[in-house]
């Protein structure tokens, strides 16, 4: 999978709306609209300067939907997905899941004129039938909410769904689970255009998880721990501050006060992951930022990171990300970097590995719930 590890920059965003003319958008399709434009459509001048710029396409002449709570008015026609860096469909109308009514052809027909231009193309939730009925996902892996998962298998054989995840990243064609998900997804996007950094520092600043790999489940059993003041969150927050330490899974369980055993059935069913892959997640996480940001030696990155050394790091690196820590470091500008000390953002992992190896990053405050 190309995961396009050196960051292309903003670039424009074009968000295809195409609400059911009868009862136009649905909360939920507001919803996912809303993080789309939140993420893309705010300028951050501190975080990225220039930022992305927004496209918001779809029929301006449309008349509003009396019955519909919310019709927003497109910026530009849906031919203006053509062109776009990144299309990104948020939704499609209930009716097109729920009773097989087709995806609208103006909307397949622009989808199809995006990608033909060169476009990344990105689905949030039901937007994965609208890239399915242009063709997008034949031969691919994707995903939409669990809920939908089985109709768009069923309509779609040549598409590989998979149920299981919250995105799946195939380099040009990226979809998400719903809710969300979508925002995990949109985060990603970022991580991939602007660097860990960025991402990092935007997610605390919608106060969300700094990063959900696309591998975590979409449904745990049991998502929360069973109190607030269970002993995971400050032993992770401890342990991510202590990185450079040999943990152990018995010593994180101790700070805990739990057996080892209940510890890696406490964070499985808080973040559906298991305690040496949370490790090794923010391991590699602390390594990408220090990648991006600092000028140190690979051999002292992969000692700050627990990693052991240079080898070390390298493999683990390569296996997860699909390229050497010195290509990824190629890709950012880290001649301006200090190597005397260490970011104050880099403190706090900022990415997890992509999709194509799943290894969930999730601290037990984020939400597990991407459903409908």
């Given at each position: 999978?190309?995961?396009?590890?050196?960051?292309?920059?903003?670039?424009?965003?074009?968000?295809?709306?195409?609400p059911?003319?009868?009862?136009?958008?649905?909360?939920?399709?507001?919803?996912?609209?809303?993080?789309?434009?939140?993420?893309?459509?705010?300028?951050?001048?501190?975080?990225?300067?220039?930022?992305?710029?927004?496209?918001?396409?779809?029929?301006?002449?449309?008349?509003?939907?009396?019955?519909?709570?919310?019709?927003?008015?497109?910026?530009?026609?849906?031919?203006?997905?053509?062109?776009?860096?990144t299309?990104?469909?948020?939704?499609?109308?209930?009716?097109?899941?729920?009773?097989?009514?087709?995806?609208?052809?103006?909307?397949?027909?622009?989808l199809?004129a995006?990608?033909?231009?060169?476009?990344?193309?990105?689905?949030?939730?039901?937007?994965?039938?609208?890239?399915?009925?242009?063709?997008?996902?034949?031969?691919?892996?994707?995903?939409?909410?669990?809920?939908?998962?089985?109709?768009?298998?069923?309509?779609?054989?040549?598409?590989?769904?998979?149920?299981?995840?919250?995105?799946?990243?195939?380099?040009?064609?990226?979809?998400?689970?719903?809710?969300?998900?979508?925002?995990?997804?949109?985060?990603?996007?970022?991580?991939?255009?602007?660097?860990?950094?960025?991402?990092?520092?935007?997610?605390?600043?919608?106060?969300?998880?700094?990063?959900?790999?696309?591998?975590?489940?979409?449904?745990?059993?049991?998502?929360?721990?069973?109190?607030?003041?269970?002993g995971?969150?400050?032993?992770l927050?401890?342990?991510?501050?202590?990185?450079d330490?040999?943990?152990?899974?018995?010593?994180?369980?101790?700070?805990?006060?739990?057996?080892p055993?209940?510890?890696?059935?406490?964070?499985?069913?808080?973040?559906?992951?298991?305690?040496?892959?949370?490790?090794?997640?923010?391991?590699?996480?602390?390594?990408?930022?220090?990648?991006?940001?600092?000028?140190?030696?690979?051999?002292?990155?992969?000692?700050?990171?627990?990693?052991?050394g240079?080898?070390?790091?390298?493999h683990?690196?390569?296996?997860?990300?699909?390229?050497?820590?010195?290509e990824?470091?190629?890709?950012?500008?880290?001649?301006t970097?200090?190597?005397?000390?260490?970011?104050?953002?880099?403190?706090?992992?900022?990415?997890?590995?992509?999709?194509?190896?799943?290894?969930?990053?999730?601290?037990?405050?984020?939400?597990p719930?991407?459903?409908?």
């Amino acid at each position: 999978m190309n995961t396009s590890p050196v960051p292309p920059g903003p670039g424009v965003v074009a968000i295809a709306v195409v609400p059911d003319p009868r009862v136009g958008l649905s909360l939920w399709e507001m919803y996912e609209l809303t993080i789309a434009c939140t993420v893309f459509g705010i300028p951050q001048p501190d975080l990225a300067d220039p930022w992305y710029t927004l496209r918001l396409c779809g029929d301006a002449a449309a008349e509003p939907v009396a019955a519909g709570l919310f019709t927003p008015r497109p910026t530009h026609p849906l031919g203006g997905l053509v062109g776009a860096d990144t299309v990104i469909v948020p939704s499609v109308p209930d009716a097109c899941v729920e009773d097989g009514e087709p995806v609208p052809e103006a909307l397949v027909e622009a989808l199809r004129a995006a990608a033909a231009s060169g476009a990344r193309m990105v689905s949030l939730c039901t937007g994965a039938f609208a890239l399915a009925a242009a063709g997008l996902l034949d031969g691919r892996r994707a995903t939409a909410h669990w809920q939908h998962t089985g109709q768009l298998a069923a309509r779609h054989p040549a598409v590989r769904v998979d149920d299981s995840v919250l995105y799946t990243d195939e380099g040009g064609v990226l979809t998400s689970a719903g809710a969300t998900a979508a925002l995990d997804l949109c985060l990603h996007l970022v991580r991939r255009d602007l660097g860990a950094q960025v991402a990092g520092r935007l997610a605390r600043r919608l106060v969300v998880p700094v990063h959900r790999g696309g591998g975590q489940a979409q449904f745990i059993e049991h998502p929360v721990p069973e109190t607030d003041d269970d002993g995971l969150g400050p032993v992770l927050q401890w342990a991510t501050r202590h990185l450079d330490k040999p943990l152990s899974v018995a010593e994180l369980a101790r700070r805990a006060r739990m057996s080892p055993r209940t510890f890696h059935r406490r964070l499985l069913a808080a973040t559906g992951t298991t305690p040496l892959r949370w490790l090794l997640t923010q391991r590699l996480a602390l390594a990408q930022s220090l990648l991006e940001t600092t000028g140190l030696p690979v051999e002292r990155i992969g000692e700050r990171c627990g990693l052991g050394g240079a080898a070390n790091l390298r493999h683990h690196f390569t296996r997860a990300f699909g390229i050497p820590p010195s290509e990824y470091r190629r890709s950012f500008d880290a001649s301006t970097a200090s190597t005397a000390s260490t970011p104050a953002a880099a403190s706090t992992p900022a990415a997890a590995p992509p999709s194509a190896a799943p290894r969930p990053a999730l601290t037990p405050s984020a939400p597990p719930w991407t459903g409908r």
